[in-house]
């Protein structure tokens, strides 16, 4: 098969309105926008909701104190420096110069991307799609897709919760190797969806060679950074466990209510010519190991208390920790994308520079011919003048 195209895949910056053309960029011809597809687009505060909200609520139900309720998931997840409410992904097939919008194989590209947009939310069921356009008012027909990954089932915090690690780990991408995080080889399993509904319609996936000495390096970086937020996600999932056993004892002990009414029916006795007062003595032991369970207790309460507190800012400080090392796998990735793009950029040019070489040595070579042919015409022969030159030389 001779037509063929690469395929990219690209982690979108998650700009709604301009995928949605809420406002126009520079490189959009406004035009063409009549040609675009809307394939999703919902409030994804309304998406949250239908999500999380009974996990909320199972959780805030779980909470004796006010400061670990939750009153708003999505406003949570906004501020966290862990996760973010949601991702984007974005798929091209080809490029400007053979598959963009003015050329024949652009009607083709946008049937492949339908089928393929069409097919993405039963593929991913942890990944919520709520907004998705497909783009032909830009160079080179596109798919923006927008999702909140999701997972249920969690033991650390809600049940169900925020989480991409997670959600691409159900669907059976672990990560681990260099290069190989749970998004690449998910990103890699889409193209090769994609690839497939292009075969059907007469179109080979390219695959470029990728450009492995220049990247390992920053591969490597990145594979140690994920080794350490992996360790530390660990730690914390530990000290997590930590938390709840504490919290569940606490509360345990909390509940053990010491029997008031016992105290309050205690008959108390002036004695005689005394200012003291005396009762039964099974009253009297009543009191007494009322009294010493009330110390007990007070002081496992409090020495929980501070275990817990402990633990909390632990936790806390461990957090810290992964996200700074998240922030520099992010960056990481980003050094690896802008390489990988210019990487792209120079394969490109060297074949179209490469293609121009090819296309002058056939020009020459027909010139060259030419010149033969008139040579050969008036009875000179090249090969027998160049010898004459060289006896002449000689001499």
């Known amino acids: ?19 949605s053309r809420e406002f126009y960029a520079s490189n959009v011809d406004p035009n063409r926008s009549h040609l675009n597809i809307e ?19 199972r959780f805030n139900a779980k909470q004796t104190r006010n400061d670990r309720r ?17 991702h984007e992904i974005v798929l091209q097939i080809g490029n400007k110069d053979d598959t963009g919008i003015h050329t024949e194989l652009a009607e083709t590209a946008k049937q492949c991307l339908i089928e393929y947009a069409n097919r993405f939310q039963a593929r991913n069921p942890t990944l919520r799609v709520f907004w998705s356009h497909l783009h032909m008012d830009e160079a080179t027909p596109h798919i923006h897709i927008d999702f909140v990954p999701h997972i249920t089932g969690s033991k650390r915090g809600m049940d169900t919760r925020v989480s991409l690690k997670q959600a691409l780990s159900q669907l059976g991408f672990k990560g681990g190797t260099r290069s190989a995080t749970e998004w690449n080889q998910w990103a890699q399993s889409e193209k090769q969806v994609l690839a497939e509904i292009m075969l059907e319609h007469g179109i080979e996936w390219e695959q470029l060679g990728t450009h492995e000495e220049h990247l390992s390096v920053l591969d490597y970086k990145k594979q140690e950074r994920a080794k350490e937020v992996r360790a530390l ?24 209510v010491i029997d008031i009414d016992k105290i309050e029916n205690i008959s108390v006795k002036k004695a005689l010519l005394s200012d003291k007062v005396t009762l039964p003595r099974s009253d009297f032991e009543n009191l007494l190991n009322a009294a010493k369970q009330y110390v007990v207790y007070r002081r496992q309460d409090d020495r929980l208390q501070g275990l817990l507190d402990a633990a909390n800012a632990k936790i806390m400080q461990l957090e810290s920790v992964v996200d700074e090392l998240k922030r520099k796998v992010s960056g990481l990735v980003d050094e690896l994308s802008n390489i990988e793009f210019w990487h792209k950029r120079e394969l490109d040019e060297v074949k179209s520079e490469s293609r121009e070489v090819r296309r002058e040595n056939l020009m020459l070579k027909r010139e060259q ?27």
């Open 39 to 57: 394939f999703c687009r919902e409030d994804i505060r309304n998406v949250y909701h239908e999500l999380f909200d009974d996990a909320q609520e």
């Open 233 to 256: 996600d660990t730690t914390i999932a530990e000290k997590q466990t930590q938390v709840d056993e504490i919290e569940q004892t606490l509360q345990s002990v909390q509940k053990q």
């Open 1 to 19: 098969m001779d037509l063929k195209r690469t395929i990219s895949a690209m982690v979108g910056k998650g700009s709604l309105n301009h995928n």
């Open 70 to 86: 939750i009153e708003d998931y999505y406003e949570k997840i906004c501020s966290s420096k862990q996760e973010k409410p949601f």
């Open 369 to 395: 011919k030419g010149l033969m042919n008139l040579l050969q015409r008036y009875g000179i022969d090249p090969a027998k003048e160049r010898t004459r030159e060289q006896e002449r030389d000689e001499r």
